[in-house]
């Protein structure tokens, strides 16, 4: 990635080495910088990095030290299931299948649809690409269940959860994102909803909003303390119409990528709340403006075309969806080279939308739209 505020990179692949040798690289970049620096995981691997091996780390870095396992405990849904039930924090009902006979006694009782996901998404993620699966499935039917079950098996420890579904549109989609010092204390929290997402329904937000919801805030701040969590945290929810309850679906225990969603009128966000509490530093809680919105341009189109295509967005919707988008993933008039990277990376995949026929619709009924309103 190129960015004018960007001074120096160091690249490692993780995939490619063992967790030993991404622990050598990060040790080196520390011995390179030659001071402490605040280390901040970004995805499940450098969660549980910091988590296996934070007494290592912490001659080079600063980061928040969590309790021993919890990182990891909350990276995985299958813990993070039953932390819910034994603290009493709603979450969907679940089952965790270790054979396709498992699969067949389960959808004797089951509910269609239902969703299947990863319990540790590292891990699953090289089973995903092997059968060109997304990571999240709402299926519709057992021979759905055991077909997507099959392909999974075939490819490797198929490692899923099957969780009930929870009905709803987006308003139902609900985000927590904030810090937590060493006493567990929230310094800095927001709540939000997801109004798109990537792939459409199931995925990460890319059109997302700021509103406020003392359940949600409150139901994570109490969770959050009893385990003594600390450092930034993203947090997902459902609410289920049917009880009145909001469900928690995941845990990121690390910097989620919708945090620039969640900013203070004073600018603060988790990665600068971070920064300056590991550097004791005062950290100044800040209101973020209701209804602040943040898109990730290349895949919120991408997911509109979807949306559109499946008559749950309209042109009009669209042009209205984005008139309070205060900021984007990768567009800053002051740093163009991320946009400018992202554009070209994007062009082929329009092309690949244009050749489906999708967007010629969309495009088409843009016009219309227009010039129903006489600007063209």
């Known amino acids: 990635m190129k960015s004018r505020f960007l001074e120096k990179a160091f690249a490692w692949s993780a995939d490619e080495g063992s967790m030993e040798d991404t622990l050598g690289f990060l040790l080196d970049v520390g011995r ?191 969770f959050m303390k009893e385990l003594g969590y600390r450092g930034t945290l993203d947090i997902g929810y459902r609410y289920d119409a049917r009880d009145g309850k909001y469900k928690l679906l995941d845990v990121n225990p690390r910097m989620g990528g919708t945090f620039r969603l969640f900013v203070g009128e004073n600018g603060m966000d988790v990665a600068r709340a971070l920064y300056l509490d590991l550097t004791g530093q005062k950290v100044d809680d800040s209101p973020v403006r209701p209804g602040r919105r943040w898109v990730v341009e290349n895949y919120d189109l991408f997911s509109s075309i979807a949306y559109a295509r499946d008559g749950r967005l309209k042109f009009g919707s669209w042009v209205r969806s984005l008139r309070d988008v205060q900021e984007g993933a990768w567009f800053a008039a002051d740093d163009l080279a991320p946009a400018r990277l992202v554009l070209f990376s994007s062009i082929g995949k329009c092309f690949v939308l244009l050749a489906k026929g999708p967007l010629l619709r969309w495009l088409s009924a843009s016009q219309r739209w227009l010039s129903s309103r006489g600007r063209i």
């Open 32 to 222: 390179q910088i030659g001071r402490r620096p605040v280390l901040i995981p970004t995805d499940d691997l450098g969660t549980i990095l910091l988590d296996e091996h934070a007494n290592v780390l912490k001659e080079r870095f600063l980061f928040p030290q969590q309790p021993q396992g919890l990182g990891r405990s909350l990276s995985n849904k299958k813990e993070m299931y039953y932390l819910c039930k034994r603290m009493d924090v709603p979450t969907p009902e679940a089952a965790f299948p270790m054979s396709r006979e498992d699969v067949v006694d389960y959808v004797r009782d089951a509910a269609f649809p239902v969703v299947m996901k990863g319990i540790d998404a590292w891990s699953h993620y090289g089973t995903l690409r092997e059968t060109g699966m997304d990571r999240v499935l709402i299926l519709k039917s057992t021979s759905e269940l055991l077909e997507s079950y099959g392909k999974l098996e075939a490819a490797g420890s198929p490692d899923v959860l099957l969780q009930e579904y929870i009905p709803g549109g987006p308003e139902s989609v609900w985000m927590f994102n904030g810090y937590f010092d060493e006493g567990s204390n929230c310094l800095l929290g927001y709540t939000g909803q997801k109004i798109r997402q990537h792939p459409p329904y199931t995925g990460f937000t890319t059109l997302g909003q700021c509103v406020d919801n003392e359940t949600v805030e409150n139901v994570t701040k109490r």
